[in-house]
């Protein structure tokens, strides 16, 4: 069974610097040649598309986020890592990640605030 | 960057009748990498259509996908109660990837 989890802060304040992790289990993400992607989506509004890793460590990002995120993998950890620094209250929104699509994590709501 | 534009931005119809979702691209796309998600509220998206046309695994025959270059469609022959909610599109063949701003299906 394919499970994914997102963890990292519910509430960061503004200009901070959000890591979230994504732990992937029941699937190893050297084999994995979709990759990863992070998405998001603030309260009430459409999915946002943010970044994605392949097995091959190609990556591929927002071009309005690029400057802000950075995508990383530790393959030994079964986990994906989404750094977006510089965090403002217009980026409060669920973070989801997604095993190519097919398989989702929950998502973790992110809230920014002072 | 490829925008998709999805319409119309709420669809209302009735339990039993066709539902007909449009997703039309900047610029053309490949078949191959077009999907489209169902999205019901507190619930992360799921995988209906990839590849434009063919059904993710467990997904009910009366979603099917069509299109081709910048025009796609994503079909409910008949909608069930627990089809009205969120349908989104997004292209993953060319970077950045893109969603489109979604479709809710709405009960008339």
């Known amino acids: 069974q394919v499970t994914l989890k997102e963890s990292g802060p519910v509430l960061v304040k503004p200009t901070e610097t959000l890591t979230l992790t994504c732990t992937v289990s029941?699937?190893?993400?050297?084999?994995?040649?979709?990759?990863v992607s992070w998405i998001r989506q603030p309260p009430g509004k459409a999915l946002e598309w943010l970044a994605h890793i392949f097995s091959n460590d190609e990556k591929s990002y927002s071009t309005s986020l690029k400057s802000r995120l950075t995508i990383s993998k530790d393959t030994s950890k079964s986990q994906v890592v989404l750094t977006m620094t510089n965090m403002d209250p217009v980026d409060t929104a669920t973070y989801y990640c997604?095993?190519?699509?097919?398989?989702w994590g929950q998502g973790t709501l992110v809230t920014v605030s002072s | 960057e490829i925008v998709l534009t999805q319409s119309p931005g709420t669809l209302s119809l009735s339990p039993g009748e066709r539902a007909t979702l449009s997703c039309r691209a900047s610029q053309s796309v490949s078949s191959t990498y077009l999907a489209w998600y169902q999205q019901k509220p507190g619930q992360a998206p799921r995988l209906l259509i990839y590849g434009a046309s063919t059904r993710a695994t467990g997904i009910p025959d009366r979603f099917s996908g069509s299109g081709s270059g910048t025009d796609f469609t994503l079909t409910i022959s008949r909608l069930e109660p627990e089809d009205f909610t969120v349908y989104y599109c997004q292209q993953y063949g060319r970077s950045p990837w893109t969603f489109g701003q979604g479709t809710k299906v709405e009960i008339k």
């Open positions: 029941g699937f190893s993400l050297s084999n994995a040649r979709m990759g």
């Open positions: 997604t095993l190519g699509g097919y398989y």
